[in-house]
Structure formats: structure tokens, C-alpha cells
């Protein structure tokens, strides 16, 4: 039976409670698993189950769900009309500890070990269809499984006691209560036929009497359909001590490779290759299955030093590529180009390991370094099999260079390049290794390769005393900015033998690169942070820095260069009046762009809907963050949300899937209060600081785009069947109406001109 939901409904407690609830709110956004407790006499006799929430008690019966409260004393029903109220109604997922009722002073009325259910299913709540809930103590999540042969329009929601319910923008629900709103989240549809997943159009559908129910497109009657949540899955991955994810990819099968640190004995390991832990830390690899239940392999990697896998990729036949730093002197080597340590005095170099799909063999494993330190920061793999590694050297004469671009070190630290062949092979394994820098401090943080095997890097440079020297050519910015660093952007020919452009990118004060992506046309994107106030913006979602006012905060930044790498055509800051940083980006193939990062700001730009719209972190929050970078202005902004517990929380590394959906590894010290969901390999913090990984499916696929005058040409990635052009004077829902249908798309993209009316108008696009 497949497992989805109708949607999450989040309860807006610091709307409802005001404003002295707020932080208690912040604090508690995500609690552990509701705990369902069959009705035994501690509620009256229509309730079969019940929980209790943060600032809520929940009763359910056949047919509804009761939210009473505690502070405003109201309650909202949400009824299922016409259901069936004989419906079975079975608890799951059995919770550990009991309850126990010691009240009044008839024992008669006492009740002991009660125990408590992680879900509760009823069955059969209208023909065919069953209903699942679950959640934690601040959202409950329903699941409608919808069986082959059922019909689904039958599901209808009554809001009793609200005083309104009405569509939102972002796809959801706003629900007008007399203490405050309930935002109901965006529904998302799909069945699983064959083992592939396929997306079915769905919305809410407003019915005679308030009442809610579904609008679905096309589907296979005959197999099951589920109403899947923005949240897929999300998980912790560690052992008792600390772990990290600094990386990970996405195959074509929705598996996930994450890599990253750990100085756990007890990270959870499986397959031949799992081992022990070697040194203080060590590299780990991972690989999860499509939906997050299960480890296909995962082991430790390193010597008897300390060693930290900071780049991951895959090539077609998913091998899979990883480079970070290490210091042992007893590396696992095999068909390496250099065999020995270069680092002196436990400096550190450079990692490069190709290991088998199956995750049972290494293929290749070399050190690359000169004697002082190195440490390789970013891999992609070209459509030949080749790795591209970017990083940074401290070594000059002595770093193993080959075909370089720039012959001799600039500096102190540069950046550097390297190019492998598919299998080493001494000296012939490099087909090129170059310095790239001035004279100051350089590094590369992010590289990408495009279809023709031509790599992309980005990181930064500084400004301390010389004239700032870093190489430019065919650049958007020729001059170094300002402040203590700037980022670059840089372009290599696949031979290595050119820049095809070099830029810095930044303003008057500090900035640093961070991640790159470049789609199929060779555009490129990249993110990181700034604390400028003219960083060079272009049809911005946020054009005025939230944070850099502010003792000298930072936010990050977003932007996107045409071919050549000679002109802007977005660019954006994204953040609060706090601290903010993009810390990776990914782009797929419709042009959607994913960031992930960290934010300390309370005033983050949430969108409406988003999967966790408050700050939770006692230091820092994880974000996401979706663009259409080919839409101007606010509406280049498609999604927006934290993603976080009550503690420290970092979002480092994330990739898109061919369907839009996005995959956010990171660190997090929340033990607990961590978004979790049920089922997935490790649903338990393992130590003070996890790595987690967290699957979120593909947007909805409204975009609403900014005004534009009369005539302009807009295009846009392709987007299902079924949408529609339209257009409105003021935003009033009710206002919006269809200009145009959709013309056939052409080399993938849609483009039409925009009618030529008179005002200042809206555009969106819509599945009427």
C-alpha cells in the first residue's frame, strides 16, 4: 500500500496565541511524533483516538478531527462530509512508554498503561479511499489513499467553526478562525506504477457550502493514487559523536550519495567496504534508496590522521568521484598518480578516490599535493567519465601541475584545477593541473562541468596589500569590488589550456563564492554571501540587502551569467537583517534552480506556504530556496523556507533530480525536534551533531510572474500540460483571467508576448 498525504496542516500558534507565544513556538516547531492514544475513557465516547500538540488537543472519530485550543478555548472541526462513520479505525507504528490517568476518586475511572500509536488508519472512510494520520506535535499530516476503482472527488473537508476558508496564492488554503489563521498546505499528487513515480496535476476545489475537496487531472484509475506532502523524507545520519554531509548527488533512480566527516566509531555502516573508524575522523559515503528507508551501502574511507570527503559526483554509470582533504600517511591508495603524503609536518593534501557503483571496490585512490597543504573542495565528472577537481594549494614548484593555464603560483594560496582521465595511470592519468590566482589569497569552492567537458569554478580572492591581481578576461566585472575578498567566477576550456572568462563578483565590502551549477546551455549559476550594499544585482527577488547594515551582517546572493560569462542576467540577495549564506546551488534541466545555506535571521524571505515558514534555531537555521531566474523580479522567488530545529542547523550541499525535486544534506546538532519523518533509515539523533539528508518533492508548478508592460517577450522552462497565460489588474483572486493558451513549446522553453493592455498588470501561469 502506497504511503502519501493529502497535505500538512501547520497551525500558525503565534497567529492563533500573539505575540507571547511566538519564541515558544519557534522553539517547539518541530516536536517529536504524535503520540495517538485509543480512547479508553479519557475523552468522551465519539472520540476513538487522541493526541495532544503543542498549544492543541486532537480528537479524532470515523468521520472528523477536533483541534481544540488551550488558549483561545475555540476549537476547529475539520469534518469529512458523507463519510462513512463506521469506518475502522486502527492504530500503528506502536510508540515506546504508556500513559496513565490516576484522576478523581473513583479508581474505576483510573486507566494505566496506555499505549500510544504513531498513525492512525481509517478505513474505508468513503468507498475505496482510506485515511491515514500522522505528524508531530505541531502539524498533522493526512494521508488519503486512493484505491484503484475509487473515486476520489467523493473527498469533501468541512471547516467547522471558522469564520472563512479561502485559496491562497501560493496553492493553499487560508482558514480564518476567531483567535488567528491556519495556513493548509499546497496538495501534491502521484502514483507509483513500475517503480516510477508520475506526478498527477492536483488542487484544492471549492464546493457549494464552504466545503474543500480535490480537483485531479488525468490519471490510471486502475493503480493506486497518493496525495504526497511537500516533505518526501528526511532523516539523520550519524553516530554518537560528530557527522557532517558536506556533499551529495542524485542518480537517475532518485538514490542519494552523501559524503562528508565523522569521528563517530558507531556511524551506521553496511556493505563489504563499511569498516571502522581509522583516525581522528574520516571520510564517510553513503548511498540511500529513493525514499530514504534504507541504506544500499555506506562505509568509512581513511587513514590514521584525519581526513573529510568535502565534493562528491557520479558519472553515467553512477560511479561514484569524491575529493576533500587528508593528512595520514596511510590513505588507501590504489592505481594512484602520487603514492606518498606531500604534506609536511601533518599538513594536509588534496583526496581523489573513484569508487565502484556497487560500493564494493575502490577504482582508483590517489593524494595530489606538493608539501605544504591542499585540500580538494569540489568534483563534477564530465560526460567522458573525466573528474574535474577544484580546490586550494599552499605548494609552488613543488604542487604536480600538467598543461597548466597559469604556469606558476600567483600567491600565498591559489586555487587550483585538475583534470583526470577515467582510470590513473602515473603521469597520464592528469590530463591538466594549473594554478589559478593573483597574489593574494585565492581558493576555489565549486566547480561544474558543461556537455563539452569545458569546467566552471568559483571561490575567492582577496585584497590585503598588493594591487589586486587575480586574472581576468571576457569578464562582466573587470575590477576587484572592494573589502577584504571578493568571489571570482572563472571558465576553462576542456583541454585546459585557456580561461574562457574570468570575473570577481562582488561589492565595496567582503564577499565569498561558494557553489556552482551551469545548465544546458551553459549558463552558469552560483551562490554564496556578501555584506555589500552595491553587490550587483539584475531583476532581483530581493534587491536591497537584508543584512548588510546591520552590523555588517551578510546575506547571500544568487546570480546567473550568459554564455561567456561576459554579462549578468540575474542576480539577487536572499537573506535577513541577520546572518545569511548560500553555501550550494543546482540547476535542472527546466531551469529550476535550488539553494540551500544557513540563515540566523528571524526575518528570512519565507514565501506564503512554505514547508517550515519560523526560525527555529538557537544558532542557525537551514533554508531552501527555488528560482525561476528567468522570471523578473519578486516572482523569481518560487519557494522559500527554514529547515530546522532548536539548535545549530547548516544546509551545505544540494542537487536536483530530473522532476524538479530537491535533495539538502547539511549538519544539525537538533536532536529531537529535527523534521523528521516516519520510516526513514535513522529516524533518532545519533550524537550532539548528525549529518541529515532531506528529500522534498518538486514545487508547484504555478508561477506567478511580475508585472511587465505591454508587448514583452517572456520565457519560461517547460511546465505539464494544461496551463494557461493570464492576467490581473490588482491580484484579487478573483480578478485573474485567461489571456492565451500555452504555445507549443520550442527547444524546451515557452515563450509568448504579452498582450498589449493598458496598466500595470500581473501575469501568472495556471492549470485552470
Not at 234 to 257: H, K, W
Not at 300 to 321: I, P, T
Not at 436 to 457: C, F, H, P, Q, R
Not at 581 to 594: E, M, N, Y
Amino acid at each position: 500500500m502506497l504511503v502519501g498525504a493529502v497535505s500538512v496542516l501547520w497551525m500558525n500558534w503565534s497567529a492563533v496565541f500573539g505575540a507571547a507565544h511566538e519564541a515558544r513556538a519557534r522553539q517547539h516547531h518541530w516536536q517529536s511524533a504524535l503520540r495517538f492514544e485509543a480512547n479508553v475513557g479519557q475523552a468522551s465516547a465519539p472520540v476513538r483516538f487522541l493526541a495532544r500538540g503543542q498549544g492543541y488537543a486532537l480528537f479524532l472519530t470515523p468521520v472528523e478531527a477536533v483541534f481544540a485550543f488551550h488558549h483561545s478555548g475555540g476549537a476547529l472541526h475539520l469534518a469529512l462530509a458523507g463519510a462513512n462513520g463506521q469506518s475502522c479505525m486502527e492504530g500503528g507504528d506502536e510508540l515506546p512508554g504508556v500513559a496513565n490517568y490516576f484522576t478523581g476518586a473513583d479508581p474505576r475511572q483510573w486507566r494505566a498503561g496506555v499505549r500510544a500509536h504513531g498513525k492512525v488508519t481509517c478505513r474505508d472512510v468513503y468507498p475505496g479511499i482510506d485515511l491515514v494520520y500522522y505528524g508531530n506535535q505541531r502539524e498533522l499530516e493526512h494521508d488519503f489513499i486512493v484505491h484503484p476503482g475509487a473515486d476520489a472527488d467523493v473527498i469533501a473537508w468541512e471547516f467547522r467553526g471558522a469564520e472563512d476558508v479561502a485559496p491562497d496564492f501560493g496553492g493553499g488554503l487560508l482558514v480564518r478562525l476567531p483567535g488567528g489563521n491556519v495556513a493548509w498546505r499546497p496538495p501534491i499528487a502521484y502514483q507509483e506504477i513500475a517503480g516510477v513515480r508520475r506526478e498527477v496535476a492536483c488542487r484544492y476545489a471549492m464546493r457549494d457550502g464552504g466545503r474543500v475537496g480535490f480537483a485531479l487531472g488525468d490519471y490510471d484509475c486502475d493503480q493506486p493514487l497518493t496525495i504526497d506532502p511537500v516533505l518526501v523524507y528526511s532523516t539523520y545520519l550519524g553516530g554518537g559523536d560528530f557527522d557532517e554531509a558536506n556533499a551529495i548527488a542524485v542518480d537517475r533512480n532518485g538514490n542519494t550519495y552523501i559524503a562528508g566527516q565523522t569521528t563517530s566509531l558507531d556511524f551506521p555502516v553496511s556493505g563489504p567496504m563499511g569498516g571502522s573508524l581509522s583516525g581522528g575522523s574520516d571520510v564517510f559515503i553513503t548511498k540511500l534508496n529513493s525514499n530514504g528507508t534504507a541504506l544500499v551501502f555506506s562505509a568509512y574511507l581513511g587513514g590514521g590522521g584525519d581526513e573529510a570527503a568535502l565534493g562528491v559526483a557520479l558519472d553515467a554509470n553512477n560511479n561514484v568521484y569524491l575529493t576533500g582533504y587528508t593528512d595520514s600517511e596511510n590513505f588507501p591508495l590504489t592505481n594512484e598518480l602520487q603514492s606518498a603524503l606531500g604534506g609536511d609536518l601533518g599538513l594536509s593534501d588534496a583526496f581523489v578516490v573513484k569508487l565502484a557503483a556497487s560500493g564494493t571496490a575502490l577504482l582508483y585512490a590517489t593524494y595530489m599535493g606538493g608539501p605544504e597543504e591542499e585540500t580538494g573542495r569540489a568534483i563534477a565528472v564530465d560526460a567522458d567519465g573525466r573528474a574535474c577537481v577544484a580546490g586550494s594549494t599552499l605548494s609552488e614548484a613543488e604542487f604536480p601541475v600538467k598543461n597548466p593555464f597559469q604556469p606558476a603560483p600567483g600567491g600565498f594560496t591559489d586555487a587550483f584545477v585538475a583534470k583526470f582521465n577515467p582510470t590513473l595511470a602515473g603521469a597520464a592519468s592528469l590530463v591538466y593541473a594549473s594554478w589559478l590566482g593573483g597574489s593574494e589569497e585565492d581558493a576555489a569552492n565549486g566547480i561544474a562541468v558543461d556537455s563539452s567537458g569545458n569546467a566552471y569554478v568559483t571561490g575567492e580572492t582577496s585584497f590585503l596589500t598588493d594591487v589586486p591581481n587575480f586574472p581576468t578576461m571576457n569578464a562582466f566585472q573587470s575590477s576587484y569590488g572592494g573589502g577584504a575578498s571578493d568571489g571570482f567566477i572563472a571558465g576553462i576550456n576542456a583541454a585546459g589550456s585557456a580561461l574562457i572568462f574570468s570575473t570577481y563578483v562582488g561589492g565595496g565590502s567582503d564577499e565569498l563564492a561558494a557553489g556552482i551549477a551551469v545548465d544546458g546551455s551553459n549558463r552558469v549559476y552560483v551562490t554564496g554571501m556578501t555584506t555589500s550594499t552595491d553587490f550587483p544585482t539584475m531583476n532581483a527577488a530581493q534587491p536591497v540587502i537584508g543584512g548588510g547594515g546591520f552590523f555588517f551582517s551578510s546575506d547571500a546572493f544568487v546570480l546567473k551569467l550568459g554564455v561567456g560569462g561576459s554579462n549578468l542576467l540575474y542576480s539577487t540577495f536572499l537573506g535577513g537583517r541577520f546572518n545569511d549564506s548560500g553555501a550550494d546551488i543546482s540547476v535542472d534541466p527546466d531551469g529550476l534552480v535550488a539553494v540551500t545555506g544557513e540563515t540566523t535571521s528571524p526575518d528570512f524571505p519565507v514565501t506564503p506556504g512554505a514547508l517550515q515558514p519560523l526560525y527555529q534555531g538557537g544558532v542557525s537555521d537551514a533554508f531552501l530556496a527555488l528560482f525561476n531566474t528567468s522570471a523578473p523580479g519578486l516572482d523569481s522567488l518560487l519557494h522559500a523556507s527554514y529547515f530546522g530545529g532548536p539548535s545549530e542547523d547548516s544546509g551545505t550541499s544540494v542537487a536536483l533530480d530530473l522532476n524538479g525535486n530537491a535533495y539538502v544534506a547539511g549538519r544539525t546538532s537538533s536532536t529531537n525536534l529535527f523534521p523528521i519523518t516516519s520510516g526513514v533509515v535513522q529516524p533518532s539523533a545519533g550524537g550532539e551533531t548528525d549529518a541529515f539528508v532531506t528529500k522534498l518533492s518538486a514545487p508547484l508548478p504555478e508561477l506567478r510572474i511580475a508585472s511587465q508592460p505591454p508587448g514583452v517577450l517572456l520565457s519560461w522552462p517547460t511546465l505539464p500540460a494544461g496551463y494557461q497565460l493570464q492576467v490581473n489588474s490588482n491580484l484579487a483572486s478573483a480578478n485573474w483571467i485567461g489571456v492565451t493558451n500555452l504555445p507549443t513549446a520550442s527547444n524546451g522553453r515557452y515563450s509568448v508576448a504579452l498582450p498589449g493592455v493598458v496598466g500595470n498588470n500581473f501575469y501568472r501561469l495556471h492549470r485552470p
